[in-house]
């Protein structure tokens, strides 16, 4: 079975600050993606990085970076000097590909932030 | 216009309604989703639904129905709404292309039962 923790449900950290979002993933296949999204107070969720089992390259973007690590099972979000306007609720999810795959993202709790001025 | 497009946005019904929750799509997707959010337990799946004569159970599909009236439409139906379906409801499509590998969102439906 695939399996999403996101062990934080709320952070609080003052504007600037660097801030990192845990995500811890279990699953048995070999090929998979992972995913984060934003939702902002408005509802939508906003699709923020794809990253495939194959790729262990970590990523950023602007003031965001992406860690993921294989050995841990975990891919973990950084957001660098973080603003008001990242408040949000984060997500990280899990879709498994292969023979018989429903294609469903499998979800975690998802951890809010509050970016405080 | 958006690619997958929930109606009606917001809505709210009284315990015992009938209540359909669309969902239409421009992507060309074969595959559609419902899911449910609530606070604290992220978003779980309903149904979904790999063409028209396919449809299957998600995690939590008790007290919901659906309809994929098209390879563009599909519908959740509530046959009769309690309180506790009070949520945000979204839909999706995927692509599993190479290198295309994603899922398209609504703007979810925020349901209240009252």
């Known amino acids: 079975a695939q399996k999403v923790t996101q062990a934080q449900t709320e952070i609080s950290v003052v504007e600037k600050e660097d801030v990192t979002l845990d995500c811890v993933y279990e699953?048995?296949?070999?090929?998979?993606?992972l995913f984060w999204y934003k939702q902002p107070p408005s509802g939508e969720l906003v699709f923020l990085i794809r990253?495939?089992?194959?790729?262990?390259q970590n990523e950023i973007s602007g003031r965001y970076s992406w860690n993921f690590q294989k050995s841990t099972s975990s891919f973990n979000f950084t957001i660098t000097a973080s603003q008001v306007v990242d408040s949000a609720v984060y997500f990280c999810a899990l879709s498994v590909y292969g023979s018989g795959n429903t294609g469903k993202l499998i979800f975690g709790q998802g951890t809010t932030l509050q970016v405080k001025p | 216009d958006a690619d997958v497009t929930q109606t009606p946005r917001n809505r709210i019904t009284k315990t015992g309604k009938r209540i359909m929750l669309e969902c239409s799509q421009t992507k060309g997707h074969d595959r559609m989703y419902w899911y449910r959010q609530d606070p604290g337990l992220g978003l779980r799946l309903i149904y979904y639904s790999f063409d028209v004569k396919d449809i299957n159970k998600g995690e939590i599909s008790d007290g919901y129905s659906v309809s994929r009236q098209a390879q563009a439409k599909f519908s959740l139906s509530l046959e009769s709404a309690i309180p506790n379906q009070t949520a945000l409801y979204f839909c999706?499509?995927?692509?599993?292309?190479?290198?295309?590998?994603?899922?398209?969102f609504g703007s979810g439906t925020r349901l209240t039962v009252v």
């Open positions: 699953t048995r296949d070999t090929t998979y993606y």
């Open positions: 999706a499509t995927s692509d599993f292309r190479q290198g295309a590998y994603g899922y398209t």
């Open positions: 990253r495939n089992s194959f790729d262990e």
